[in-house]
């Protein structure tokens, strides 16, 4: 027997306010981030540090599931992405690098960033000399590669149903949250604006310590200095929820983690440094500037302190202390003359940044032969000990006791 019209007709006013699945506006909110929260999670485990950097290998069940959610959530092909960001740590801050804010623009970066993804996808050459690796088979070439869009399509019809009209809302939702956070915010301020543990050779930063919201990539700068490594945090007040997931795969045989930052090993002091000695410096070389730079802050926060106390002008070397434990090449044009004015008013600072810099040179140096670099890393110690700066001189024990 056929419905009456108004039956029929009512039913479809109540789908398109409800949908199948009535529920309150602020469980559809909840739905809607934990969707998008799992697309993040599938972007930074298995695009980003599976995929493009070979830190974790994951078993066939949370790949392909990560392989099928990428689909229906943003479209995107896996050769494709890991290109895109292999090339960005290759040609990182130089006119190639796919999206860098440093030569394109923060706001281009952060508004258009998706636009460059996909101008760069459309790279052959970026494809085939970066994209090695990635998965090859019947599903990829046959599903997710040659129908990207009905994945998303996908989505839409599933929020559609599962919510009526207010599901093309959440659909719109979780398409624009990897262009806003990943393409945008990582991509963008994640290389303009934050805080540095290290100083890497890029211009990479730490957007917060606690990575929830983009899954860990938050920690940008700690990623740059070891790519390579599975786990975004280094320090002890830093979560990484990305890392939190990879530990509970690992427990159940979903994930074999390859790769995690070095720590700096100490032992007893040695009375002079050792060829052990340089390895420990050089493999751990973005730790130990990290000490070396909390010597330089500190001593510049004393002859701060020294210079109030005696009510004398300190306003030129609070301008340069940001600046005084950095790389050379990194200090921008309009605070240089500061940094000078500051290294000439205050010997002890500048013989801190001068033989930060000859310390540098040690792993820079390729041409030196290993029993000379150890001779030169005694020489340096034995100069720093003698310098009469408390700061050198601790450092400079602290280093002797280092280990590989």
């Known amino acids: 027997m056929l419905l009456p019209d108004w039956v029929v007709l009512n039913a479809a006013i109540d789908w398109l306010g409800h949908g199948l699945w009535n529920i309150a506006w602020w469980e559809i909110v909840l739905y809607t981030l934990a969707t998008t929260h799992v697309t993040i999670a599938a972007v930074t485990i298995f695009l980003h540090r599976s995929q493009a950097h070979r830190s974790v290998d994951l078993h066939a069940i949370p790949s392909h599931f990560f392989r099928f959610w990428l689909w229906v959530g943003t479209g995107m092909l896996t050769k494709e992405w890991v290109a895109i960001h292999r090339k960005h740590h290759a040609k990182c801050e130089t006119a190639d690098d796919p999206h860098s804010p440093q030569t394109r623009g923060l706001d281009t970066v952060m508004w258009r960033g998706a636009e460059l993804y996909r101008a760069e996808a459309k790279n052959a050459e970026t494809l085939k000399k970066f994209g090695h690796g990635t998965p090859d088979d019947w599903v990829e070439r046959n599903v997710y590669s040659r129908f990207p869009w009905q994945g998303v399509g996908l989505m839409l019809v599933l929020d559609l149903a599962l919510f009526g009209a207010i599901g093309a809302a959440v659909w719109a939702v979780q398409m624009l949250w990897i262009p806003f956070w990943a393409a945008g915010v990582v ?6 604006w934050g805080y540095r543990n290290f100083e890497a050779t890029d ?12 899954g860990g990539e938050e920690l940008h700068n700690n990623h740059h200095t070891y790519p390579t490594s599975a786990k975004f945090s280094v320090k002890p007040y830093e979560f990484d929820i990305g890392w939190v997931y990879i530990s509970l795969m690992k427990k159940v045989g979903w994930a074999t983690v390859k ?27 973005y730790e130990v500037m990290a000490g070396y730079a909390r010597g ?16 004398a002008d300190a306003s030129v070397l609070k301008a340069a202390k940001r600046w005084l434990h950095r790389d050379a090449e990194k200090v921008p044009a309009n605070a240089q003359s500061q940094l000078a004015q500051a290294r000439a008013a205050h010997p002890a600072l500048d013989k801190m940044v001068t033989m930060r810099e000859e310390l540098r040179q040690m792993w ?8 000379q670099l150890t001779a030169d890393l005694q020489a340096w110690c034995r100069r720093a000990e003698e310098s009469g700066i408390a700061a050198l001189r601790d450092f400079s024990i602290s280093l002797r006791a280092a280990r590989a």
């Open 187 to 192: 991509n963008g301020v994640g290389h303009y």
């Open 203 to 214: 211009a990479s930063t730490n957007l917060s310590p606690w990575g929830v919201i983009i």
């Open 259 to 285: 790769k995690v930052p070095p720590k700096l090993l100490r032992g007893d002091v040695k009375p002079v440094a050792d060829e052990k000695t340089l390895e420990a410096l050089i493999a751990n070389r």
């Open 296 to 311: 330089v802050r500190q001593a510049c926060k004393e002859e701060i302190a020294a210079l109030q106390a005696r009510q």
């Open 364 to 371: 820079l140096n390729t041409t030196q032969s290993r029993e």
